[in-house]
């Protein structure tokens, strides 16, 4: 399962991420509300580990956007305020569960598996099957096939057609790839991504018809059936 973390305190959201993946799950990382949002949009996250005091864009505009998109994703608010009020607060705008710094992380890790059990059991959470064409990609058992054929694909290659599916039908920039495949929130300046998606486009294209994966000169990249 893999978890969002929007913290902007860059030492204790690493803290947290090694101890969740050391707990067996996969963790992206945003260190503002604006990148939080973004990779929160992108989707495939079980659960979000949200601050609220976050340059930007604070912690509870981020969850009522999202809430207002109807994304049902259970939230687990981290904040330094305690007050009834603020726990109130954050409950209110969308929060499942809410934690005041500093905390245990034995703790914070019972009450992710809490809402993840519970996400679970109401049959809630994240698709975890996505289709396009003939085109399908398991993300529990992190396989994909096409016309029923199974393709072999690197991490890298699966999270770039995962989010190149999420957005089926709309033109994917290579600044939102960099963004959510590699977390680079700036351009490097090297063809990783030309690279990847030439890479994807052999496994997923070469062999079947009709071809999915277009670039759009000038833009970007995008999974669309032509005429």
Not at 16 to 39: I, M, N, P, T
């Amino acid at each position: 399962m893999k978890l969002l973390i929007i913290e902007d305190d860059v030492a204790a959201a690493n803290l947290l991420k090694r101890g969740l993946e050391e707990s067996g799950y996969a963790v992206d990382l945003a260190h503002d509300g604006e990148q939080g949002l973004k990779q929160a949009r992108a989707g495939g996250h079980s659960l979000w580990v949200i601050d609220i005091m976050l340059p930007v864009r604070d912690g509870l505009s981020v969850l009522k956007a999202l809430r207002d998109e109807g994304k049902g994703t259970p939230a687990l608010i981290l904040s330094a305020l305690g007050k009834v009020d603020d726990r109130v607060e954050g409950l209110r705008a969308g929060g499942d569960d809410y934690m005041v710094k500093p905390y245990a992380f034995a703790e914070l890790l019972a009450r992710v598996e809490a809402l993840l059990r519970r996400s679970r059991s109401s049959g809630g959470g994240p698709d975890t099957l996505l289709e396009f064409a003939d085109l399908k990609i398991d993300l529990l058992s992190r396989t994909v096939t096409r016309a029923g054929q199974k393709i072999d694909l690197q991490p890298r290659e699966f999270s770039l057609l995962e989010c190149l599916m999420r957005h089926a039908g709309q033109v994917v920039t290579r600044t939102m790839l960099l963004e959510i495949v590699w977390e680079y929130f700036f351009d490097p300046q090297t063809n990783v991504v030309d690279v990847h998606i030439s890479r994807l486009r052999q496994k997923i294209d070469k062999n079947f018809s009709p071809p999915l994966l277009h670039t759009v000169r000038g833009s970007g990249y995008v999974l669309r059936v032509e005429a």
